[in-house]
């Protein structure tokens, strides 16, 4: 038999009979500021449960089922979320984790397609090859996380932290990273030929300082009023991108096609390696 208590009264929430928590049937349990401190939860179902403010540190929860569970403000930080599946083509279905310490946790192959992360802390997390189609991560913190691989296709991380991220070789198309902090963030790949895919995302007024854009593919990206400053677009596909007004002093545009580019009021005069079509006009 093993008691759930509260992580602050030590009132047994639940007790469970059986000598592991993994594997175990937790479906639709009142779990709130439970203490699971590293505890096993290995393939665990979870559905439905509420976790809120739970603290699950260290716990394991490979391959887990998170789907419809509320995790607001829990602490996860350093958890082995791997192969976890909190996402769902159904918003209503997908996990909620807004306002969670996620700082450090394992979430490599995580599935948290249209999970709700808002204003979570997910600094120097694995999402490698996980897949966030339609997740909300606005206001989140992702500084530092490693994303290689990652699915963020259609994303919110508007005002989002990924200052210094790895995201080589991620999908980031029609992602809204609106005023988004990526201040040196690697978006280049890690493949020989490879290359990362923005497609359509709005950076509108991001701070893009220092990141590497290398070969990227960001045809119809929005850049308006972005910082590009010391950016390295070197071979970057650009074509529709809008990037008026933006700030591209130090900016490497080597083997950058800007004929189909909107560049108005952008300072291309403090730009590098930028070839600028002669019918271009208003630039600064």
Avoid: W
């Avoid at 594997?23 to 439970?34: P, Y």
């Avoid at 096993?40 to 089922?65: K, Y």
């Avoid at 992360?117 to 189609?133: C, E, G, H, P, V």
């Avoid at 206001?139 to 005002?159: K, P």
């Amino acid at each position: 038999m093993i008691d759930i208590k509260h992580k602050d009264t030590g009132e047994v929430l639940t007790t469970i009979d059986g000598d592991s928590l993994a594997g175990a049937d937790l479906r639709d349990m009142r779990l709130n500021g439970a203490d699971l401190t590293e505890a096993d939860l290995s393939g665990a179902n979870l559905e439905f449960s509420d976790l809120v403010d739970a603290d699950l540190s260290g716990a394991t929860l490979r391959g887990a089922v998170l789907l419809s569970a509320h995790l607001n403000n829990a602490d996860l930080t350093g958890a082995d979320l791997s192969r976890v599946r909190a996402g769902s083509d159904r918003p209503a279905q997908a996990a909620v984790l807004s306002g969670a310490s996620l700082r450090g946790a394992n979430l490599e192959g995580a599935d948290l397609r249209n999970a709700e992360i808002r204003s979570a802390n997910l600094q120097q997390a694995k999402l490698t090859a996980a897949d966030m189609r339609g997740t909300d991560f606005s206001g989140s913190n992702l500084c530092h996380v490693s994303a290689t691989r990652a699915l963020f296709i259609q994303a919110n991380l508007r005002e989002a932290n990924l200052c210094g991220a790895d995201l080589r070789d991620c999908h980031l198309n029609d992602a809204n990273l609106v005023r988004a902090s990526m201040h040196d963030a690697d978006l280049t790949s890690a493949q020989p030929g490879g290359f990362t895919v923005v497609n359509l995302a709005n950076f509108e007024g991001a701070d893009l300082r220092s990141a590497l854009f290398t070969n990227a593919a960001a045809q119809d990206a929005n850049f308006r009023n972005a910082n590009l400053t010391d950016v390295d677009f070197s071979g970057a596909v650009l074509g529709g991108a809008i990037l008026r007004g933006a700030n591209v002093t130090g900016a490497d545009f080597r083997g950058v096609e800007l004929a189909s580019v909107t560049m108005e009021f952008a300072n291309f005069s403090k730009a590098l390696n930028a070839s600028i079509p002669s019918y271009k006009k208003n630039l600064r």
